[in-house]
């Protein structure tokens, strides 16, 4: 298994720009995770996804950041317009179903916003 | 009060020795509490996950977890230099399938 994939690996832009993130989940998980980290805040939940369905968004910090999940293999984080307080480590990951809740990482996006 | 508490360090353990990592949490119907591993620059990778009071043993890795008292332990046994990293406590809460995450330990094992 590939495990969960992210792209780009890292992204510098200037502030006011248009980011988008991008994962793909580990194939057969209907559960996926946008997380942030920063050394400030720690790792922190922005949303997640069951069966391409957004369930819980408490964590997205504005209005500026978007995520969707069109179909099972794929989601975008969106920020528009970035910020420099933007900057951080940016995290998908994904789980099954069933007892476990196991949650497995991608190698996250490191954005910096100029 | 943070729902996911650790201590965030740096432990420093003589290599060989054990080291114990502790996590408290506040939501007393969780039920599920993972242990990750975060190298310097890298993503948080999963070493143990337990779900029912007791010892839970993998490897050199032993999770445990007391329902009772809201917390839960990893102890690594014969550290090793490799083992040098942050080590996050993640707890499901009760009625949710998302993870509160502790602010994550670092532990230094001293060659």
């Known amino acids: 298994d590939a495990g969960v994939i992210q792209s780009p690996r890292h992204e510098v832009t200037e502030m006011g720009q248009e980011v988008t993130l991008r994962c793909k989940p580990i194939?057969?998980?209907?559960?996926l995770f946008w997380y942030r980290q920063t050394m400030m805040r720690g790792l922190e939940l922005l949303i997640y996804f069951n069966n391409n369905v957004p369930i819980d968004d408490s964590g997205m910090p504005e209005d500026r950041f978007s995520a969707k999940m069109p179909n099972a293999s794929f989601s975008t984080l969106k920020i528009q317009p970035s910020e420099p307080r933007d900057s951080a480590v940016y995290f998908c990951a994904s789980s099954g179903t069933g007892a476990s809740y196991e949650q497995y990482f991608g190698p996250g996006t490191r954005l910096t916003v100029t | 009060q943070k729902e996911v508490e650790q201590n965030s360090g740096p432990l420093s353990v003589p290599e060989g020795a054990i080291a114990s990592l502790n996590c408290t949490y506040s939501?007393?119907?969780?039920?599920?509490f993972f242990w990750y591993r975060q190298y310097s620059g890298k993503s948080p990778e999963l070493i143990m996950s337990?779900?029912?009071?007791g010892d839970k043993e993998d490897g050199r890795f032993t999770a445990q977890l007391n329902k009772a008292s809201q917390y839960v332990s990893l102890l690594i046994r014969d550290s090793q230099p490799s083992d040098s990293a942050t080590y996050l406590c993640a707890v499901v809460p009760s009625g949710t399938y998302k993870y509160i995450f502790g602010t994550g330990t670092r532990l230094k094992v001293l060659a």
């Open positions: 337990i779900y029912s009071n």
């Open positions: 194939s057969g998980h209907d559960y």
């Open positions: 939501d007393r119907g969780s039920q599920s």
